[in-house]
């Protein structure tokens, strides 16, 4: 797996612009009015992996599989969405499906390009979002009281703890704060999920600049990493008028256009390890003449469940799982060497699998 992100925003941040970068595809229509984007757009991209292509020359692998990354790019909303205003209810509802949110801000300043709330502001426009975010959890969440309660008085012990989360996340979100910020146990994460609430999503705030500002950013885009500092949560600088000037090069052109206005790598790039470290990330290996392979998995996942994300019958029937790190496979030149370097380890069910590990599973049928 990848993971499915939204993009976000007011209208006229760039939104479209840098969706239609990151997946090379004129898919949304981008234009300077509100909701050129009536349905959300769905692209999928393969997530940039040096690595890879280095274990893939190494072991002569015949083709080259890399991970996905899906990005839903959601119609701009407006103050007054969680009340149905400029389609707001239909755009909520798409943003319950995704993993993380990225949230693109208007960093720059145009006088070309209007601006909805009439001013450059990027903190004042994800206070807005943020809002219309809160009030439609507050509204979900609210409607819910009266049935749980009359469950909880009952005896359902199921309901008693939904109850008791729910609590917590109202009293959050009556004091202007999203639901990401409940404090709960591991053992209540799953009925957490369950909840669906908007503002219980990870935010990976991408600041859009002009051209200029794309290696170091600037003043606007400065306040949102401080804003982002302050949740715990991710930001990044990208110029969606850049990236789309990258995402139209042939791939050989691609690098020298980089190095004449000084950037070592496109934005997406940026924005991927971005979202990887918001979702807690990893990605391992699997490699061989046929095909060399990215799977992408949470930090912490253990060998059978990491082989249950090529195939359930590889997580049923695990045995153990024959493992290099990425540096010893790289170092000694492929599988051979380091099995005769006594770096290919046996690990078994309780091993948890590390960034980078080349991995081949080993299981009964």
């Known amino acids: 797996m990848g993971f499915k992100c939204g993009i976000v925003g007011l209208p006229n941040v760039g939104k479209s612009t840098l969706f239609n970068a990151?997946?090379?595809?004129?898919?949304?229509?981008?234009?300077?009015?509100?909701?050129?984007?009536?349905?959300?757009?769905?692209?999928?991209?393969?997530?940039?992996?040096?690595?890879?292509?280095?274990?893939?020359?190494?072991?002569?692998?015949?083709q080259i599989i890399p991970t996905r990354l899906t990005f839903v790019d959601i119609a701009g909303l407006v103050r007054g969405a969680s009340k149905g205003e400029g389609l707001g209810n239909q755009f909520l509802a798409n943003i319950r499906e995704v993993d993380a949110i990225a949230h693109v801000v208007r960093c720059f300043e145009d006088s070309d390009v209007t601006h909805v709330e009439g001013r450059v502001d990027p903190i004042a426009d994800i206070e807005t979002i943020e809002t219309e975010l809160m009030l439609a959890d507050l509204e979900s969440l609210e409607k819910r009281v009266t049935a749980l309660e009359k469950k909880a008085r009952g005896g359902d012990k199921?309901?008693?703890?939904?109850?008791?989360?729910?609590?917590?996340?109202?009293t959050l979100l009556r004091d202007g704060k999203p639901a990401r910020l409940v404090e709960r146990k591991p053992e209540e994460e799953r009925a957490f999920s369950m909840l669906g609430l908007l503002t219980s999503k990870p935010v990976l705030y991408v600041c859009n600049v002009d051209e200029a500002s794309a290696r170091d950013g600037n003043v606007f885009s400065a306040r949102v990493f401080a804003r982002a500092a302050e949740e715990e949560a991710k930001a990044v600088v990208v110029s969606a008028k850049i990236e789309s000037e990258i995402a139209v090069l042939p791939e050989e052109e691609q690098a020298e256009y980089l190095a004449a206005i000084d950037l070592e790598e496109p934005g997406?790039?940026?924005?991927?390890?971005?979202?990887?470290?918001?979702?807690?990330?990893?990605t391992y290996f699997t490699v061989g003449p046929k095909?060399?392979?990215?799977?992408?998995?949470?930090r912490g996942t253990k060998a059978p469940q990491a082989a249950g994300v090529i195939h359930s019958d590889?997580?049923?029937?695990?045995i153990r799982a024959e493992t290099i790190a990425y540096d010893d496979y790289v170092a000694l030149k492929g599988e051979a060497g380091a099995r005769d370097a006594g770096k290919l380890r046996l690990e078994g069910k309780d091993y948890e699998v590390a960034d980078g590990d080349v991995l081949h599973f080993r299981f009964a049928t």
């Open 291 to 298: 095909e060399a392979r990215a799977w992408t998995i949470t």
């Open 268 to 282: 997406l790039n940026r924005v991927i390890r971005a979202g990887y470290e918001l979702l807690g990330l990893i």
């Open 314 to 318: 590889f997580e049923k029937g695990f």
């Open 22 to 62: 990151l997946t090379q595809t004129a898919a949304a229509q981008a234009a300077n009015y509100p909701f050129c984007t009536i349905e959300p757009n769905v692209g999928e991209v393969a997530v940039p992996d040096p690595r890879l292509n280095k274990l893939a020359e190494i072991a002569g692998s015949a």
């Open 158 to 170: 199921e309901a008693k703890e939904t109850l008791d989360l729910v609590s917590r996340a109202l």
